[in-house]
């Protein structure tokens, strides 16, 4: 009984870490910069990691390596974006590894810690767009089942069982 109580307290607090990122990479991030912050001036956060995440809009691959083109979309308790309509824009996330479009396609939701490198201007739909970029230091992909409802696990009604 005693042991009991005792590993009671350790598995609550296990069930409350993030899913997907890990605690070392966390412990990184500045909690003060939010996207919005990011987006006015990015110059001022170069050197400082953050914690984002979102449904990845496009991936390109370079002999330097991959670019994810990430639609911001805010964080649950758990690290998992939040699947809404809701986005203050886009940023760019940067692998110096091949990130293959096969694995990681359109749609998908991402979440990762980073180093702010600054900006890049680029065309997005014919018109110029300014995205905050960030160098990846690690990243998790989310698979659809996790964005699934589960049912639930117990059911009303009547039944009629027949015996052998």
């Not at 042991?3 to 890990?22: D, E, Y």
């Not at 390109?60 to 986005?87: A, C, I, Q």
């Amino acid at each position: 009984m005693r042991l009991f109580r005792f590993l009671i307290p350790f598995l609550l607090i296990s069930g409350c870490a993030h899913q997907g990122i890990k605690g070392e990479s966390v412990r990184l991030v500045d909690k003060s910069i939010t996207y919005s912050a990011l987006k006015k001036n990015p110059d001022l956060f170069v050197g400082k990691y953050v914690y984002f995440g979102g449904a990845i809009a496009q991936v390109r691959n370079t002999s330097e390596g991959s670019e994810l083109e990430v639609v911001e979309m805010k964080l649950d308790s758990s690290g998992k974006p939040e699947n809404n309509v809701n986005s203050e824009g886009r940023y760019l996330a940067r692998s110096e590894k091949f990130l293959d479009p096969f694995i990681f396609y359109a749609g998908q939701f991402v979440s990762l810690v980073g180093e702010v490198k600054g900006q890049k201007t680029a065309l997005l739909n014919n018109m110029e767009y300014s995205y905050p970029v960030i160098a990846i230091h690690e990243l998790h992909l989310w698979k659809p089942e996790d964005y699934q409802q589960s049912s639930p696990t117990f059911h009303f009604g009547l039944g009629v069982f027949k015996g052998f």
